[in-house]
């Protein structure tokens, strides 16, 4: 029986291209389905590696033409330009008495000063200057036709839609103020602060997804098990409303919680994910119509509304089933598309470990971590924004106001993210996946190991152990300003002798 590619019509919008999660297989595209339809049949051939049963097709002159002209608009990975510039010899020069004085007086001060400045570095990035043009023009024409500028308007969201629509801006214009009009019509905003997704726990055991650690660059991994993935259980724990909204708010928290806790672990601007989508024994009879309503749902609202978010997909386990999935794919993506998709067979581990360290890969895909403690891999949520260190970080930003100017976390929107109670997010993450209360017996349910009261004190010591060690790396640093001062003083002392 032929295959009807009309009947995966939710491939159509691909924007950002995935099956259920944003971070997945829709998230890897930028243009509109109109847009789509135009390229379509002008695409470079995608071959599918080595034990799914692949086969090459050298393009046309005509195909290779297209090709390399569309290449041209492939934008470079988001935070291209936003590496760190290498740090420069400072000349060492003699500090004044009143400077002396006043490190002498208030030496934690000095260092929280310049410490405070270089976490607000890491966290916009550095900026492209040829971009940064672009996006004050864009900026002051939305202000200039009479759309008042918010907490939206910085300089990273901006530049996104911006990539997205290759910098055409009335293009970009036109998306951006549909975004903003969805967010309050939606109630993105309420979501953010108040949804509570308490099925989260029985979703993930009959569709496999999660973040799981970070790529070499620092990027957040995201993983799904599509050949697990049990649509009919699924609609069973949960509704398309409910789940629509739980995946806006990972989006949320993703942008403002993930993307700057793997800036600060990396000590740079990261802006994208890492994704791997297992598609083993995946085939057209997993797209009944509740699964392609869903999907086209949630590839609408990433497409529309979160562009510009990853980095490089991987399709692993690519079978003979999935090959004639993707036949039907990949004719309504465009070259720039194609780029950040890596469709492999069984032989994928090589690649994997070019970019995932093994201890950031689960068992199942080849890697070595299990997170046996947390129920398996998936529910881990493992990575630096449930690293206490990391996170205290991020909580003292937010308590004392030291925000992004632009992008990147913005202390109300991280505060949001969790309900207004980020104090509860040191190792957890927002979805709670302990054992529940037995509520006859009063205790924790099939588990063992202290009880509550214990694991509060457990964890006010540890953020009590954490904030010592911050203190003392501050002494330590101001100690060793006030010995660069005395040495400055010594040697001018010698100069005055002679």
């Known amino acids: 029986m032929a295959f009807d590619a009309r009947k995966i019509h939710c491939f159509t919008v691909p924007a950002s291209f995935s099956f259920i999660h944003c971070s997945a297989f829709f998230s890897v595209a930028s243009h509109s389905s109109v847009d789509m339809q135009k390229s379509k049949g002008l695409l470079q051939e995608i071959v599918i590696a080595a034990g799914a049963g692949g086969t090459r097709r050298s393009p046309t002159s005509k195909e290779a033409q297209v090709a390399k002209q569309k290449a041209k608009s492939i934008h470079p990975p988001i935070e291209f330009h936003w590496h760190l510039p290498p740090p420069k010899e400072k000349k060492r020069s003699f500090v004044s008495k009143d400077s002396f004085k006043a490190i002498l007086t208030n030496p934690l001060d000095s260092f929280r000063s310049k410490k405070s400045q270089s976490m607000k570095t890491i966290l916009e990035g550095v900026r492209n200057p040829k971009d940064e043009q672009i996006v004050d023009s864009f900026r002051e024409l939305l202000s200039l036709e009479g759309h008042a500028t918010g907490k939206h308007y910085d300089y990273h969201t901006l530049l996104r839609f911006l990539r997205t629509r290759d910098f055409n801006q009335n293009r970009a214009k036109e998306m951006f103020l549909n975004y903003l009009k969805w967010r309050e019509e939606f109630g993105v905003d309420a979501i953010a602060k108040e949804f509570k997704f308490e099925e989260y726990r029985e979703v993930k055991e009959c569709y496999p997804h999660g973040f799981h650690g970070v790529d070499k660059y620092g990027r957040p991994v995201y993983i799904e098990r599509l050949g697990m993935v049990d649509i009919d259980m699924l609609l069973q724990k949960t509704t398309i409303e409910r789940y629509v909204k739980y995946h806006v708010s990972e989006q949320e928290k993703t942008l403002h919680w993930r993307f700057p806790a793997c800036s600060l672990a990396a000590k740079k601007h990261i802006a994208s994910t890492t994704s791997i989508l297992d598609v083993k024994n995946v085939g057209t009879s997993n ?143 927002v979805y709670d996946v302990t054992p529940a209360t037995d509520e006859t017996s009063g205790g924790l349910a099939e588990t063992e190991g202290p009880d509550r009261p214990s694991m509060q004190k457990i964890r006010a010591f540890e953020d009590l152990l954490t904030e010592a060690k911050i203190k003392i790396a501050t002494l330590e640093a101001a100690l060793e300003d006030t010995k660069l001062v005395l040495r400055g003083l010594s040697q001018h002392l010698e100069e005055l002798k002679r």
């Open 287 to 429: 797209f009944s119509k509740p699964a392609r309503y869903l999907f086209l749902e949630i590839q609408k609202i990433d497409s529309n509304y979160y562009p510009e978010t990853l980095n490089r997909l991987y399709i692993v386990n690519a079978g003979s089933g999935f090959k004639v999935l993707w036949t039907a794919i990949k004719a309504f993506l465009e070259p720039r598309t194609l780029a950040k998709i890596k469709v492999l067979g069984s032989n994928y581990l090589s690649s994997l470990l070019e970019v995932i360290d093994p201890s950031n890969l689960p068992t199942f895909l080849g890697g070595s971590c299990t997170c046996y403690d947390s129920g398996g891999c998936l529910f881990s949520d493992k990575g630096p924004w449930n690293d206490p260190e990391i996170t205290q970080m991020l909580h003292t930003m937010i308590a004392t106001g030291e925000e992004c100017e632009d992008g990147g976390m913005r202390g109300q929107e991280a505060e949001d993210a969790y309900g207004g109670d980020t104090d509860n997010l040191q190792v957890k993450d």
